[in-house]
């Protein structure tokens, strides 16, 4: 289950680097010993914006489950525009998956990596970057 969600992933992420949207794209898919995995990396936009992405993951009962993640999306000045993670907090927040943005913090579902790019994509769009 790991191995094809690593194919999942590079799937996404080949589909967005072969767009003129993305100057470059890597991924990095290391499978680990108790049906574990870890992945991590980073796509450049053509506005020098940057998604940077890492997982934990760990297969049980025939899923792959998000231990740890964050999606952290920063302008070309590195300043950020938002993250989603599920890092704890101090003070605890209500959930613990939540997404930051410049102005907040706000619960939110565990996205996909494929909503987060569609995400960046619709920003984009808005503000004609």
Do not use: W
């Amino acid at each position: 289950m790991i191995q094809h969600y690593f194919e999942l992933i590079r799937a996404c992420v080949d589909l967005y680097a072969a767009t003129d949207f993305v100057l470059s794209a890597s991924v990095n898919c290391e499978a680990r010993p108790g049906a574990q995995g870890y992945l991590n990396g980073a796509l450049l936009f053509v506005d020098g914006s940057v998604l940077h992405f890492t997982e934990f993951l760990d297969e049980a009962y025939g899923q792959v489950e998000k231990v740890m993640y964050t999606y952290h999306y920063q302008d070309t000045h590195h300043q950020l525009i938002f993250r989603y993670d599920n890092a704890r907090h101090r003070p605890p927040l209500p959930l613990q998956e939540h997404k930051h943005t410049p102005e907040q913090i706000v619960a939110s579902p565990v996205p996909l990596l494929a909503e987060v790019l569609a995400e960046i994509v619709r920003y984009q769009g808005e503000f004609g970057l």
